[in-house]
């Protein structure tokens, strides 16, 4: 019973001449507020120990060779958002996949799928899509997540001699292809090395929907541009898994010798 509807309770006592025992305001107010703090407490114990399972369920599920365990109802687009990690994904136990339409080899985890490219990429009947059969694409076991790599075609006077050069060209691309943002890649770009030692320029973008990297020149050919995609956004919930879409693009460029530049040459392999 409130302090309120007590008080109220004694007036109709008194006016019907019940005896009515004194009553301690402050005493009362004193233990209403004792309770309010144990209903806090209360609350918080139980937001931590909810907060500390889901956490370590995330955590438990940060690299691909130990993936959070699903249940016979959940997918992984339903794993709550955790924190990235910086360390790199585990592909020690990746396959690995040669292209028979473009020559370049990249991995996979054991458990995606493989669909081949079955022809040449084309600015005229690719250049809008988002995934085509010019692509050698990778599905996860659940099919909520893909990646692809591919090679785009460069003109004759194309000249990609700097990291300078390679953002002009993947702004021009994006222009082309319809995906967005076009502003700010030189910003938000991840600036890659091709090769382990030699460091040919690539560059990683984040995009709206997908995440992609741009590289040529070094082991790849320098008349194509090799793109290589992981069809989901960043934060998207189904990359969680992975440690977000640019750990998971990291994974596979690293399976073809492509690291970010602040990689050490050690690690580099």
Request: contains cysteine.
């Amino acid at each position: 019973m409130t302090l309120d509807q007590r008080l109220t309770r004694a007036a109709h006592h008194v006016a019907d001449g019940v005896p009515v025992p004194d009553v301690d305001v402050d005493a009362v107010r004193a233990r209403a507020r004792a309770n309010r703090l144990r209903m806090v407490a209360v609350t918080a114990t139980v937001a931590v120990v909810t907060a500390t399972v889901a956490g370590t369920a995330i955590v438990g599920g940060s690299d691909m060779n130990s993936p959070i365990p699903p249940s016979s109802t959940t997918s992984p687009s339903e794993v709550e958002t955790g924190s990235v990690s910086p360390l790199p994904l585990g592909t020690g136990s990746w396959l690995t996949y040669r292209s028979t339409q473009y020559d370049f080899t990249i991995g996979h985890p054991q458990d995606w799928s493989e669909i081949p490219a079955t022809r040449d990429w084309e600015w005229e009947r690719d250049g809008l899509e988002a995934a085509t059969t010019a692509q050698d694409t990778f599905e996860n076991a659940y099919g909520d997540v893909q990646a692809s790599a591919w090679s785009v075609p460069l003109g004759r006077s194309t000249r990609l001699d700097s990291t300078a050069d390679l953002v002009d060209w993947v702004e021009n691309y994006c222009e082309r292809s319809g995906i967005a943002p076009c502003t700010g890649i030189a910003d938000r770009g991840v600036e890659l090395c091709v090769e382990a030692r030699d460091c040919h320029p690539g560059l990683l973008v984040p995009f709206e929907e997908d995440t992609q990297a741009f590289f040529s020149g070094g082991i790849y050919p320098s008349e194509e541009m090799t793109v290589v995609a992981v069809w989901r956004s960043e934060s998207h919930p189904t990359v969680q898994q992975y440690g977000g879409a640019q750990r998971l693009l990291e994974a596979f460029l690293s399976t073809m010798q492509v690291w970010p530049s602040s990689t050490p040459v050690s690690e580099r392999r």
